[in-house]
C-alpha cells in the first residue's frame, strides 16, 4: 500500500501500545515499516513545534508498505474502537476510507 507522510503519521498513531505477544510484534514490525529514513528526514525538513510534527508538504515522498492480513485486522479494529467512542477525527478520514470503506 502506497502512503504519503501524513497517513504514515496518523496510522503509527493509531496503533495500539497493547497487545498480546504476536500482535505486538507485528505492531512493532508495522512501526518500522512505517518510520522514516535518515534521507526522508532531510528531505521533508522535519520540525516539531507545538505538540505537533511539521514537514516540508511540497516535497510529495510516498512509501510502499506492506500490511499484512493481521496488521489490517488490528487497524480496522482500532480506527472502529476510535469511532465508537467518538474519537475520530477528520485527520483519520483517509485511513478510515483505505480501511474500512476499501473497494
Known amino acids: 500500500m502506497e502512503l504519503n507522510v501524513r497517513e ?3 496510522l503509527v498513531s493509531v496503533l495500539p501500545k497493547e ?5 505486538l510484534k507485528i505492531i512493532r514490525k508495522l512501526r518500522e515499516d512505517l518510520s522514516f529514513s535518515e534521507e526522508e528526514h532531510k528531505v521533508l525538513n522535519f520540525k516539531h ?7 516540508d508538504d511540497a516535497v510529495d515522498v510516498k512509501k510502499e ?10 487497524i480496522t479494529e482500532a ?7 467518538k474519537k475520530l477525527h477528520e485527520d483519520h478520514l483517509p485511513l478510515w476510507e483505505m480501511f474500512i470503506e476499501k473497494d
Open 8 to 10: 504514515r503519521l496518523m
Open 19 to 23: 497487545g498480546d505477544i504476536t500482535t
Open 49 to 55: 513545534q507545538n505538540n505537533m510534527t511539521i514537514w
Open 65 to 74: 508498505i506492506e500490511i499484512g492480513e493481521k496488521a489490517t485486522d488490528v
Open 79 to 85: 480506527l472502529e474502537t476510535l469511532s465508537k467512542n
